[in-house]
């Protein structure tokens, strides 16, 4: 056969007989390659080292850049030639070699030319990224790579998204047999061709001398390839090491050494990567087994995962090579120990390989396939030098190779099962390429597959180590998908055949030695073969299925009756298998294996339908001797004329003829065979599934042809084996369908109870909607065809036969011998009969596959049927969808036919029926369960709101075509009779215990429910009186045995006339009216006159009956009144006794206890059931360009809908800079929250010592608590705690927050200055010293009590009071026992060497945590206040009432605090005491601890303190900017582009409050030593609008958090005067006037103010005591990391993407929701000892919770000391649901209710401990959440 690859012009491609380095001088680059390649391993001691790789490398390039005005053809102008560049420079970076194509990209010039007509080809890696559009695809096999997709226009299709699972698939674009001519094939990089030209050859500039040169260095390199590894080992080989050192240098091993180099070492072992070990375990025993660095290990055992192998040891000493060798092998890794020369050649070649593949990848010329071509043509040639040379024999497949006209591809691809991971995926990548071509290089790759196919199938089934690197999954994917190429390779070289061989060989067990016999022989198949032991059959199932898919094979197959014999012949093999039979006497303990055959039956079926449907090309010669050819084996084996079936279990069908069923004096034969004894039965009959499918071709034959019927046709051409006694051929061709629906009918009706799991298992398998359309369907259709071909009567009394109701439709069918029957019991009797009469009812109904609907619709068919019974998401409607209704996009039907529910925070989307089409519906629709039947029924008769409904009008064919007779049989007589028998065997609903089957069932059983039958049989009166309605009319009157049974209109008028068929009685009055309308009056003269007089006398009744409705209304408002004096006088009555004893005062109660239920009350105390956590979810500002705008973006209203979604991953135009926001950033606190629930502190104790029992009796399980940490689960709300708050409240005499009194404006505070006076006096009356009042403080003004180290046994000054309320303070004391360790830990978090302050630390930190999860979330009432949760509130106020709890432990309830109370003012008035003035400054504190420790202290100066705390917070604010300002655009950076919010309202009047401020700050500053010495300066750099702005930001959330906890603990504001609240504007504003507040432009601005003195004091201060810039902290709404709108972008991004920890692709990539870092999932490399990366993380991040995105198994991780759980992703597809792991390919969206849910309910409400106590409570987990 000549190349399929055309000379390129320029007159290369001819290569001398004679290499030419033979002859040439050692300056020729051919000879300097040559003597490289074959004399280095031994100049190099068989160390393939990095400069041996340079050194080929130059070589290589050498060969071909041999000139330097060749080098512009390369793309390297300017650069040097190869013999001038240094080994190093040959290396590369990582010694990774240097690359043309990456140096061409690096340089731009890697852009051919765009070709039409050219396929992408790109081989995808394991788990690359994939799109399909089904709207465009000609199956589902046909992906894009991400770069097509991006590059072509698929808008409004159905695309989906999934990924590659093997490295063998490659991108179709630009293939036309790949997608459908719709206009969008190809892309902008590969445009389909717009010429009718068809010619390969492309014109090139590049000279011949260069393609010549190149050609003859590929055809060296293949040679030497091919050289190398016809020697190596099959992978059954490895690990097969030599028993001893003797054997070991025999030489007798294969190898390509001279027979005088053999077994004298060194040696070298080999590693190969597996898929049964994990890292850690390969690099310990690498790190024992050779005794290195643990570090070297896992990098060499990462090498061996990813490039296939690694050469672990090259060693003189075979003791050590084989002792490392051992030690690898002990764990059963694959190791091969060989010498060390022929590993070296090996990594030669590989090297070479790789050479390829790179230069394929680059253009020369400007021409990006010139070198694929160059290729092509090389592997399209015999090889050179053939032979074995100098080494040993070659084994006998490769010898046999030798002998036949094989090419360098045969060679290559025969060896290919001998390469490792790296070199087979380049090779991939080459086939790709090849294949991409042109038509020619198609069908010769296809033509080679073919040549190569049973050997590359043998190494599939007994050689691959991996089974998805095998060329069955690489070439097989391009050939089989096809068409024009299988059909060339099938013509030109018998794919077909081959492929058909292949498999019959391996499905009958004929291989030997690792070597299947072909051609086969003729054998029988059982179950028991060894290929049903696995899946690798159903590999070539795909083959043959792909094969006969195609419109070209179908045509070959259609004009070969030789092939499809052998086609039929293969599927006979699999008929009768696993022979069933039902057991009667005792129950089977061990039933058949049965689902090992059905693997195959689904790909089986439809392999008899595909290959059915390609007779529709066939002739009509053709196709009769095709269908004679099938129906010749299903008679033969039947018959037991064949060796099929097992002749011990079946036995041939006999014949017999029946006696007046259903038909009166007609005696028809069937088949003679009790199916409720049945012997032996099989679900797998594929010849007559075959058999149907080909039927259905008659409608492509004239009929009459030849001047027959169909009939005709049928009998003398089809039932030729015995043309005596056709009718005996047509019940053995029909047989099978019939026993099929009868069979599934018993087992339905539990009719094999002793075996009936298995049979159950395999009916409802068959029936499975996946593959029904190829089982049962088919089937169906047989029974529909037979009616065409054989006497209609004849087949419905086999039916008859085979349901076993003979008796019941002859004869008298009240007669109770009817239902006598020792193997069938009457109720199940009475399930066949409705089997049979809704089989009879969708005979004549279902015309789907008579008719020939198309697919759209049998779509729409489906999707109204489906969709009738309720609302369904898309995957649920999916699941009942068949399979050819999914093979292409059906959005469209399904908008059409349905209402869309879209998706909420916890609801998912979902499609209703349009109520409309309700009417479109069958409720006996033949894929209906009974109970789908009555819930159909129901909603249409409420829709309609009509009384029965009518049968849809028969769709039956017209008189053209060939299946015409299909329903003459519901207007004949076989209808009319089984109607009539049927109604019979209904008359016992008038009387249930006369029913005749009463005698025959057990004694506690009732009459079965006959309502079903009535129903169908009426349904099918009515389908045979639509078809004729004056046949039905007519027969419905006759009395077939008149002395047994009534006729149909007689059972009609007596059902009429019985109240019990009142249900059915429209339906009844239908059938009766249209039969009385339709006969002459005179048949019905009695039935008329007797319902006139019934309907005279029935409305005479109701006239009668029917009372007054003005005395029946007044009746009921009599009865009315009565009750209600009743009522009125019994409570009237109550008030009569007065009651002599005085009730005791009831104690007051804080609510039940959980565990008790009884009162929580302050003799029995108890508290909240809380847990405290260690949180850093505040965020401090980030000193960078892009957070500054930021914060500039903050909205003005934090109360109102202001929060907008940005997306992300450069997605959006946003800076990606602030996707996350930088962990380093935030502030470590402890977090406190509450499920509401309280217990006793008694009942806790308890409580928890069952938990911590639980835990030692379940030591297996991994629990939702951790009783070390003092954690347990709400019993109610299984919420995790760890401490309670106290609810009782201080007993030391408190002043009210709010006074009931004032000075001033009735709901107004008082003045600042008023308060500033009161508390002056009131110190100077009661402090006397004035140190005093910083006596139990610190430096800083914090009080000591309150510090987590302060132990109130020791340093209570009242210890008699702590132990009156000891059970409060043991509460205290497990609270302060958790916040110790916190405190110690989270010192250098923290940033501070003292002990954590409850105040600052834990209450300021709670609630400044409540106040950032309502950011952007709208109020409910006038502040922030009212949006926080009243759990939180009552927290709150239970955690200062906690600190008041603690200052009653450590003083006592009668210590006098007012020198606390004049110590907390004397802090914000430094000049006060100057002598006893703090060292501390103010502005070095938090204002609103502040706040807290006068909520705390001295209720009553709350609102003062809040306005001078909002001032101090306010001066701080100034200070940060300051700094802030000068980092962020003293460098001039310039902001990166983003997206504007939406228009903010408030704006105007946000910024109004700091109009004018920048003079004010100036001034400030100025005078009190700010910052800078340039303050100016740094407030030049940003506007008024800015400085304003970020002021406004900076200082509102002090606002809320101020008014959360004055409302929490006063439960109002401080201002209640409506003429001083600002009900409008921005939320300053209205916070300011809440909180009775001066606005600070008015204030500060008034040197005579109170204020302004008390802030420049504060700064004075601070100047002088430490200038340290206080911390801002960031004011926007709080964020996750920001993710893409479509999941596919983020996966996208990932892809390829490196750990920064180890340097690694992660085989489980990870992104930290919180800060955004890329981290490794559970993996090996970055884990310290057995806690993984995402924990590690965690620690620095969150701290001790952990949010993470599983990005390959698209899932959320939640972590939480040492627990975890899963989550969803806030995504959802375009139907509206979430796609676990991606398993629907759909594309994803973000749904952002369910993002906001996420970053609210579960992030910033802490609840992740919760969410993961609750999911490890459902579970029995067995742990491991620390290696994540």
């Known amino acids: 056969?000549?190349?399929?690859?055309?000379?390129?012009?320029?007159?290369?491609?001819?290569?001398?007989?004679?290499?030419?380095?033979?002859?040439?001088?050692?300056?020729?680059?051919?000879?300097?390659?040559?003597?490289?390649?074959?004399?280095?391993?031994?100049?190099?001691?068989?160390?393939?080292?990095?400069?041996?790789?340079?050194?080929?490398?130059?070589?290589?390039?050498?060969?071909?850049?041999?000139?330097?005005?060749?080098?512009?053809?390369?793309?390297?102008?300017?650069?040097?030639?190869?013999?001038?560049?240094?080994?190093?420079?040959?290396?590369?970076?990582?010694?990774?070699?240097?690359?043309?194509?990456?140096?061409?990209?690096?340089k731009g010039r890697d852009k051919g030319k765009v070709k039409e007509g050219r396929m992408c080809g790109r081989t995808l890696k394991r788990f690359d990224r994939t799109y399909t559009?089904?709207?465009?695809?000609?199956?589902?096999?046909?992906?894009?790579?991400?770069?097509?997709?991006?590059?072509?226009?698929?808008?409004?299709?159905?695309?989906?998204?999934?990924?590659?699972?093997?490295?063998?698939?490659?991108?179709?674009?630009?293939?036309?047999?790949?997608?459908?001519?719709?206009?969008?094939?190809?892309?902008?990089?590969?445009?389909?061709?717009?010429?009718?030209?068809?010619?390969?050859?492309?014109?090139?500039?590049?000279?011949?001398?260069?393609?010549?040169?190149?050609?003859?260095?590929?055809?060296?390199?293949?040679?030497?390839?091919?050289?190398?590894?016809?020697?190596?080992?099959?992978?059954?080989?490895?690990?097969?090491?030599?028993?001893?050192?003797?054997?070991?240098?025999?030489?007798?091993?294969?190898?390509?050494?001279?027979?005088?180099?053999?077994?004298?070492?060194?040696?070298?072992?080999?590693?190969?990567?597996?898929?049964?070990?994990?890292?850690?375990?390969?690099?310990?025993?690498?790190?024992?087994?050779?005794?290195?660095?643990?570090?070297?290990?896992?990098?060499?055992?990462?090498?061996?995962?990813?490039?296939?192998?690694?050469?672990?040891?090259?060693?003189?000493?075979?003791?050590?090579?084989?002792?490392?060798?051992?030690?690898?092998?002990?764990?059963?890794?694959?190791?091969?120990?060989?010498?060390?020369?022929?590993?070296?050649?090996?990594?030669l070649a590989g090297l070479l390989i790789s050479w390829l593949a790179d230069m394929g990848q680059s253009t020369i010329g400007g021409d990006g396939d010139?070198?694929?071509?160059?290729?092509?043509?090389?592997?399209?040639?015999?090889?050179?030098?053939?032979?074995?040379?100098?080494?040993?024999?070659?084994?006998?497949?490769?010898?046999?190779?030798?002998?036949?006209?094989?090419?360098?591809?045969?060679?290559?691809?025969?060896?290919?099962?001998?390469?490792?991971?790296?070199?087979?995926?380049?090779?991939?990548?080459?086939?790709?390429?090849?294949?991409?071509?042109?038509?020619?290089?198609?069908?010769?790759?296809?033509?080679?597959?073919?040549?190569?196919?049973?050997?590359?199938?043998?190494?599939?089934?007994?050689?691959?180590?991996?089974?998805?690197?095998?060329?069955?999954?690489?070439?097989?994917?391009?050939?089989?998908?096809?068409?024009?190429?299988?059909?060339?390779?099938t013509?030109?070289?018998?794919?077909?055949?081959?492929?058909?061989?292949?498999?019959?060989?391996?499905?009958?067990?004929?291989?030997?030695?690792?070597?299947?016999?072909?051609?086969?022989?003729?054998?029988?198949?059982?179950?028991?073969?060894?290929?049903?032991?696995?899946?690798?059959?159903?590999?070539?199932?795909?083959?043959?299925?792909?094969?006969?898919?195609?419109?070209?094979?179908?045509?070959?197959?259609?004009?070969?009756?030789?092939?499809?014999?052998?086609?039929?012949?293969?599927?006979?093999?699999?008929?009768?298998?696993?022979?069933?039979?039902?057991?009667?006497?005792?129950?089977?303990?061990?039933?058949?294996?049965?689902?090992?055959?059905?693997?195959?039956?689904?790909?089986?079926?439809?392999?008899?339908?595909?290959?059915?449907?390609?007779?529709?090309?066939?002739?009509?010669?053709?196709?009769?001797?095709?269908?004679?050819?099938?129906?010749?084996?299903?008679?033969?084996?039947?018959?037991?004329?064949?060796?099929?079936?097992?002749?011990?279990?079946?036995?041939?069908?006999?014949?017999?003829?029946?006696?007046?069923?259903?038909?009166?004096?007609?005696?028809?034969?069937?088949?003679?065979?009790?199916?409720?004894?049945?012997?032996?039965?099989?679900?797998?009959?594929?010849?007559?599934?075959?058999?149907?499918?080909?039927?259905?071709?008659?409608?492509?034959?004239?009929?009459?042809?030849?001047?027959?019927?169909?009939?005709?046709?049928?009998?003398?051409?089809?039932?030729?084996?015995?043309?005596?006694?056709?009718?005996?051929?047509?019940?053995?061709?029909?047989?099978?369908?019939?026993?099929?629906?009868?069979?599934?009918?018993?087992?339905?009706?539990?009719?094999?109870?002793?075996?009936?799991?298995?049979?159950?298992?395999?009916?409802?398998?068959?029936?499975?909607?996946?593959?029904?359309?190829?089982?049962?369907?088919?089937e169906f259709w047989a029974l529909q065809f037979a009616l065409c071909v054989m006497d209609p009567t004849q087949l419905f009394v086999s039916l008859i036969d085979r349901f076993e109701l003979s008796h019941l439709f002859s004869g008298d069918v009240l007669d109770p011998e009817n239902w006598s029957n020792e193997f069938i019991e009457p109720r199940q009797r009475l399930m066949l009969y409705e089997d049979f009469m809704l089989l009879a009812l969708n005979l004549a109904t279902d015309m789907s596959t008579v008719n020939a609907w198309p697919r759209e619709r049998i779509s729409r068919h489906h999707l109204i049927h489906q969709l009738a019974l309720g609302t369904y998401t898309y995957s649920e409607l999916t699941k009942r969808l068949p399979e050819r209704v999914l093979e292409t996009s059906f959005l469209d039907i399904l908008s059409e036919v349905s209402d869309y529910r879209a998706p909420t925070e916890t609801v998912v989307g979902a499609y209703s029926l349009k109520p409309e089409l309700l009417t479109e519906v069958d409720p006996f629709w033949r894929h209906y369960t009974r109970?789908?039947?009555?819930?159909?029924?129901?909603?249409?008769?409420?829709?309609?709101?009509?009384?029965?409904?009518?049968?849809?009008?028969?769709?039956?064919?017209?008189?053209?075509?060939?299946?015409?007779?299909?329903?003459?049989?519901?207007?004949?007589?076989?209808?009319?009779?089984?109607?009539?028998?049927?109604?019979?065997?209904?008359?016992?609903?008038?009387?249930?215990?006369?029913?005749?089957?009463?005698?025959?069932?057990?004694?506690?059983?009732?009459?079965?429910?006959?309502?079903?039958?009535?129903?169908?049989?009426?349904?099918?009166?009515?389908?045979?009186?639509?078809?004729?309605?004056?046949?039905?009319?007519?027969?419905?009157?006759?009395?077939l045995l008149k002395d047994c049974n009534m006729s149909t209109f007689q059972n009609l008028w007596f059902m009429q006339n019985h109240e019990q068929f009142e249900p059915w009685l429209p339906k009844i009055n239908w059938l009766i009216e249209q039969i009385v309308a339709i006969l002459p009056p005179e048949f019905t003269q009695d039935y008329r006159t007797e319902r006139a007089e019934f309907l005279e006398e029935r409305a005479t009744e109701e006239q009668e009956s029917k009372p007054d409705p003005k005395e029946a209304a007044a009746a009921r408002q009599r009865k009315i009144m009565a009750e209600f004096a009743k009522k009125q006088a019994a409570f009237a009555s109550s008030f009569d006794e007065e009651d002599e004893e005085v009730d005791e005062e009831e104690e007051e109660t804080y609510g039940s206890c959980i565990v008790c239920q009884d009162d929580v009350t302050q003799k029995n105390t108890g508290g909240m059931l809380t847990l405290i956590q260690p949180s850093r979810i505040m965020r401090e500002v980030v000193h960078d360009r892009d957070w500054f705008e930021e914060s500039l973006l903050a909205p003005s209203c934090l109360d109102q809908a202001t929060r907008y979604h940005r997306f992300g991953q450069g997605t959006s135009g946003e800076p990606s800079s602030t996707d996350g926001y930088p962990a380093a950033h935030n502030r470590f606190g402890v977090y406190v929250s509450a499920c509401s629930h309280l217990m006793h502190e008694g009942c806790l104790n308890k409580y928890f010592e069952a938990?911590?029992?639980?835990?030692?009796?379940?030591?297996?399980?991994?629990?939702?608590?951790?009783?070390?940490?003092?954690?347990?689960?709400?019993?109610?709300?299984?919420?995790?705690?760890?401490?309670?708050?106290?609810?009782?409240?201080?007993?030391?005499?408190?002043?009210?927050?709010?006074?009931?009194?004032?000075?001033?404006?009735?709901?107004?505070?008082?003045?600042?200055?008023?308060?500033?006076?009161?508390?002056?006096?009131?110190?100077?009356?009661?402090?006397?010293?004035?140190?005093?009042?910083?006596?139990?403080?610190?430096?800083?003004?914090?009080?000591?009590?309150?510090?987590?180290?302060?132990?109130?046994?020791?340093?209570?000054?009242?210890?008699?009071?702590?132990?009156?309320?000891?059970?409060?303070?043991?509460?205290?004391?497990?609270?302060?026992?958790?916040?110790?360790?916190?405190?110690?830990?989270?010192?250098?978090?923290?940033?501070?060497?003292?002990?954590?302050?409850?105040?600052?630390?834990?209450?300021?930190?709670?609630?400044?945590?409540?106040?950032?999860?309502?950011?952007?979330?709208?109020?409910?009432?006038?502040?922030?206040?009212?949006?926080?949760?009243?759990?939180?509130?009552?927290?709150?106020?239970?955690?200062?009432?906690?600190?008041?709890?603690?200052?009653?432990?450590?003083?006592?309830?009668?210590?006098?605090?007012?020198?606390?109370?004049?110590?907390?003012?004397?802090?914000?008035?430094?000049?006060?005491?100057?002598?006893?003035?703090?060292?501390?400054?103010?502005?070095?504190?938090?204002?609103?601890?502040?706040v807290i420790e006068a909520a705390a202290i001295a209720p009553d100066l709350l609102q003062s303190v809040i306005v001078m705390s909002f001032y101090a917070e306010l001066t701080r604010t100034m200070l940060g900017l300051s700094m802030w300002v000068r980092r962020c655009l003293g460098g001039r950076q310039v902001a990166q582009p983003r997206t504007s919010p939406p228009a903010d309202a408030y704006l105007a009047d946000a910024l109004s409050l700091f109009k004018g401020f920048r003079p004010i700050m100036q001034t400030l500053l100025r005078n009190n030593a700010g910052p800078f010495t340039d303050t100016d300066g740094v407030l030049s750099l940003v506007s008024d609008e800015m400085l304003a702005k970020l002021l406004y930001s900076h200082t509102l959330p002090f606002l809320r958090r101020a008014a959360i906890v004055f409302y929490a603990m006063a439960g109002a504001y401080p201002v209640s005067d409506p003429d001083a609240i600002v009900n409008e504007g921005c939320e300053y504003r209205r916070l300011l006037s809440l909180l009775g507040i001066t606005p600070p432009s008015e204030a500060l601005s008034n040197p005579q103010s109170t204020e302004t003195p008390i802030v420049s004091r504060w700064l004075t201060q601070w100047a002088l005591q430490g200038r340290i810039v206080p911390p801002l902290e960031y004011p926007g709404t709080y964020e996750l990391v920001r993710l893409p709108e479509k999941w596919e972008d983020l996966m996208i991004r990932y892809t390829d993407q490196k750990c920064d920890q180890c340097g690694t692709k992660p085989t489980y990539p990870a992104l930290c929701l919180y800060c955004g870092q890329f981290v490794c999932l559970a993996g090996d490399c970055c884990s310290e000892g057995e806690l993984g990366e995402c924990n590690i993380h965690m620690r620095d991040c969150g701290t001790g919770t952990g949010m993470f995105v599983d990005i390959k198994r698209w899932l959320l991780i939640y972590l939480y000391a040492g627990s975890g759980s899963f989550g969803h992703m806030p995504y959802l597809d375009t139907h509206g649901e979430l796609d676990l792991s991606m398993r629907r390919m759909h594309r994803q969206y973000m749904h952002l209710g369910r993002m906001d849910e996420l970053r609210k309910a579960t992030w910033l409400q802490h609840t992740i401990p919760h969410l993961t106590a609750r999911k490890l409570e459902l579970t029995s987990d067995g742990g491991g959440w620390g290696t994540f």
């Open 370 to 489: 010139l070198f694929s071509r160059i290729l092509a043509k090389a592997m399209y040639e015999p090889r050179q030098n053939s032979g074995v040379g100098a080494g040993t024999p070659l084994s006998d497949d490769l010898q046999e190779l030798e002998r036949r006209p094989a090419k360098r591809i045969d060679w290559i691809m025969q060896l290919d099962v001998k390469m490792w991971k790296k070199t087979k995926f380049e090779w991939r990548q080459m086939y790709a390429w090849l294949y991409g071509l042109n038509w020619e290089t198609q069908r010769e790759l296809a033509a080679r597959f073919t040549f190569n196919y049973i050997r590359l199938f043998e190494h599939f089934l007994f050689q691959e180590r991996e089974i998805d690197t095998n060329l069955m999954y690489c070439i097989a994917y391009m050939v089989f998908g096809n068409g024009p190429a299988c059909a060339w390779a």
């Open 133 to 347: 559009c089904k709207t465009c695809a000609m199956d589902p096999s046909c992906i894009l790579c991400v770069d097509c997709f991006r590059a072509s226009d698929h808008k409004g299709h159905e695309i989906l998204f999934g990924q590659s699972f093997t490295f063998s698939a490659a991108c179709d674009c630009g293939d036309a047999s790949a997608w459908k001519d719709n206009g969008h094939l190809g892309c902008s990089r590969h445009p389909p061709s717009t010429s009718k030209s068809t010619s390969s050859t492309d014109p090139t500039d590049v000279p011949p001398q260069i393609l010549q040169a190149i050609f003859e260095t590929v055809c060296m390199v293949l040679d030497f390839i091919i050289s190398v590894f016809q020697h190596s080992l099959l992978p059954s080989e490895f690990s097969r090491l030599p028993r001893d050192e003797v054997e070991m240098r025999s030489g007798e091993a294969s190898t390509a050494e001279p027979s005088e180099r053999r077994g004298k070492g060194p040696w070298s072992v080999v590693l190969w990567s597996d898929d049964k070990h994990v890292a850690r375990e390969v690099t310990r025993q690498l790190r024992d087994a050779l005794n290195v660095p643990w570090e070297t290990a896992e990098k060499w055992a990462r090498e061996a995962d990813e490039v296939g192998r690694k050469v672990v040891l090259t060693t003189p000493s075979p003791v050590l090579a084989f002792h490392t060798a051992s030690m690898l092998q002990q764990i059963d890794l694959g190791v091969t120990l060989r010498s060390a020369y022929d590993i070296f050649r090996e990594e």
């Open 1 to 106: 056969m000549s190349s399929p690859v055309r000379p390129i012009p320029g007159g290369y491609g001819s290569r001398p007989s004679q290499p030419r380095h033979a002859s040439a001088p050692p300056t020729d680059p051919h000879r300097i390659l040559h003597d490289l390649l074959q004399h280095s391993p031994y100049h190099r001691g068989g160390r393939c080292s990095p400069s041996l790789k340079a050194s080929a490398l130059r070589a290589l390039f050498a060969s071909i850049f041999q000139a330097e005005d060749w080098l512009p053809y390369f793309g390297l102008e300017g650069e040097k030639m190869p013999g001038e560049r240094g080994l190093g420079e040959w290396l590369g970076p990582e010694e990774a070699g240097w690359k043309l194509s990456e140096h061409q990209k690096a």
């Open 1251 to 1490: 938990t911590r029992y639980r835990h030692t009796q379940q030591v297996q399980r991994h629990h939702p608590e951790n009783a070390v940490r003092c954690e347990y689960l709400c019993p109610l709300c299984k919420s995790l705690g760890n401490v309670l708050v106290p609810l009782d409240s201080t007993r030391a005499q408190l002043r009210p927050y709010i006074p009931l009194k004032t000075r001033g404006p009735p709901g107004r505070p008082p003045s600042l200055s008023t308060k500033i006076r009161d508390v002056s006096s009131e110190g100077l009356l009661k402090v006397r010293d004035s140190a005093k009042i910083w006596e139990h403080h610190v430096e800083t003004g914090e009080l000591s009590p309150w510090f987590s180290d302060t132990n109130f046994t020791a340093t209570s000054l009242d210890p008699g009071y702590r132990r009156t309320i000891r059970l409060s303070a043991r509460m205290i004391e497990r609270f302060r026992f958790l916040i110790r360790p916190l405190s110690e830990q989270s010192q250098r978090i923290r940033g501070k060497k003292t002990n954590m302050y409850v105040p600052d630390d834990v209450v300021s930190y709670t609630v400044s945590a409540c106040e950032v999860a309502q950011r952007g979330i709208p109020s409910l009432g006038q502040t922030v206040a009212e949006q926080v949760p009243d759990v939180s509130m009552k927290l709150i106020k239970k955690l200062i009432g906690m600190l008041q709890l603690e200052l009653d432990i450590y003083f006592g309830p009668n210590y006098d605090r007012t020198a606390l109370r004049v110590g907390m003012f004397a802090r914000f008035l430094p000049d006060w005491y100057r002598a006893s003035t703090l060292p501390s400054p103010l502005l070095l504190r938090q204002p609103l601890v502040l």
């Open 491 to 778: 013509t030109h070289q018998n794919l077909f055949d081959t492929v058909l061989d292949v498999a019959y060989a391996w499905f009958t067990n004929q291989a030997a030695s690792n070597r299947l016999v072909i051609p086969p022989e003729k054998a029988r198949l059982t179950e028991d073969m060894p290929a049903f032991r696995g899946k690798k059959g159903l590999t070539v199932f795909g083959h043959i299925r792909s094969l006969v898919r195609h419109e070209a094979m179908q045509r070959i197959i259609a004009d070969s009756p030789e092939k499809f014999s052998r086609a039929a012949a293969f599927l006979n093999l699999f008929v009768g298998l696993q022979t069933q039979k039902r057991e009667l006497d005792q129950h089977i303990e061990f039933e058949v294996e049965w689902t090992k055959t059905f693997t195959f039956l689904g790909e089986l079926a439809k392999t008899a339908r595909e290959l059915g449907e390609s007779l529709r090309f066939a002739s009509p010669e053709n196709l009769l001797v095709a269908l004679s050819q099938v129906a010749e084996r299903i008679y033969d084996d039947f018959m037991l004329k064949s060796d099929t079936l097992d002749k011990e279990k079946y036995k041939a069908l006999e014949f017999t003829s029946t006696q007046s069923i259903l038909i009166p004096d007609q005696s028809p034969e069937i088949v003679d065979l009790y199916t409720a004894q049945i012997k032996a039965f099989s679900f797998h009959h594929y010849l007559h599934l075959l058999f149907a499918e080909c039927v259905k071709t008659f409608r492509s034959l004239p009929v009459p042809y030849r001047g027959l019927s169909l009939r005709e046709l049928f009998d003398k051409f089809v039932c030729n084996r015995i043309p005596d006694q056709t009718d005996h051929v047509k019940l053995v061709l029909f047989e099978a369908p019939m026993e099929k629906h009868v069979v599934l009918s018993s087992i339905k009706a539990d009719m094999w109870r002793k075996n009936g799991i298995g049979m159950r298992g395999q009916m409802h398998h068959y029936r499975d909607v996946g593959i029904r359309e190829a089982t049962i369907d088919q």
């Open 931 to 1039: 109970n789908d039947m009555r819930n159909v029924t129901e909603k249409i008769l409420a829709r309609t709101q009509a009384k029965f409904i009518l049968p849809h009008a028969l769709d039956l064919p017209g008189p053209d075509s060939p299946f015409h007779a299909v329903g003459d049989w519901i207007k004949s007589s076989i209808a009319h009779n089984i109607v009539m028998f049927s109604l019979s065997s209904c008359v016992p609903i008038v009387d249930p215990n006369e029913w005749p089957g009463s005698i025959y069932q057990r004694e506690e059983e009732s009459m079965p429910q006959l309502d079903l039958l009535l129903d169908l049989t009426l349904q099918l009166a009515m389908v045979s009186f639509q078809a004729d309605p004056h046949a039905f009319a007519h027969a419905s009157i006759v009395i």
